[in-house]
């Protein structure tokens, strides 16, 4: 599996901006804001040690990116109209925009976790995307990963509040030890993805009958085989209700 990431100039140009912007004098002294919550007005702090935060983050971001990454130039301008181009860079930002330009060349396929971006992306300009959780599950099904690496990159991802991860039995098992015990958040999350609507019922029961029988295979002690087999069935109960 060889993959070579390249984003879009204006992607390094916007990281640079946001970058500036946080170390403007003023910002950098935190300010307040307004909100509505509960329909009231609530009132909010964003601190100089969360400025600061913010500036390590992007650092961080553009590091990553000079050091794993390939920029392009556009060329295929002629796929979309000025006032198109225009209208883009205000719903999504230049960069995105440009990704989706860039993704019409012959030999790029656009990479997104944003599902709504993707199918933009064969609508309108008639391109292929990819999940990159599909890129992961197929790498870790060649070996490429680790069941214990893909299942912290998981974890990351259900942190992040996305419900639509790719699990198997085997990830199951390896979410199981990340927080040393069946009330880890982890392996929580993990098996709540089964419920999800996305994932057809049949999908559902045979990755929690494989996984519910590698772990017994485990022969862990009845207390802890019994907690992990009752998450199971009620995390499937509750589905099972929803149907």
């Known amino acids: 599996l060889k993959i070579k990431f390249v984003v879009p100039e204006s992607l390094l140009e916007e990281i640079d901006g946001k970058i500036r912007d946080q170390e403007k004098p003023a910002s950098k002294r935190g300010h307040g804001y307004a909100f509505m919550q509960g329909g009231k007005l609530a009132l909010g702090e964003v601190t100089p040690e969360t400025i600061e935060s913010n500036i390590k983050i992007l650092n961080d971001l553009k590091s990553w990116v000079n050091k794993n990454c390939g920029t392009r ?5 002629e796929v ?19 990704a989706l330009i860039i993704a019409t060349e012959d030999d790029v396929w656009l990479m997104s976790i944003d599902e709504l971006l993707r199918r933009l992306g064969k609508q309108e300009f008639r391109i292929d995307g990819l999940n990159p959780q599909q890129v992961l599950y197929f790498a870790r099904q060649n070996g490429k990963l680790t069941s214990e690496r893909y299942a ?73 085989w019994t907690n992990v087999l009752n998450k199971v069935i009620y995390t499937l109960a509750q589905r099972a209700d929803k149907d």
């Open 73 to 77: 130039p556009l060329k295929n301008l």
């Open 152 to 224: 912290q990159i998981i974890s990351r991802f259900l942190d992040l509040g996305f419900v639509h991860v790719f699990v198997s039995a085997e990830d199951l098992k390896a979410l199981l030890p990340l927080d040393k015990g069946i009330s880890g958040k982890n392996f929580t999350r993990g098996v709540e993805v089964l419920k999800n609507k996305e994932v057809s019922p049949i999908s559902a029961i045979n990755v929690a009958c494989a996984f519910l029988y590698t772990y017994w295979k485990e022969e862990v002690d009845n207390f802890k």
């Open 80 to 98: 979309i109209s000025r006032d198109r181009r225009k209208n883009l860079n205000e719903m999504l930002g230049e960069s995105t925009t440009d």
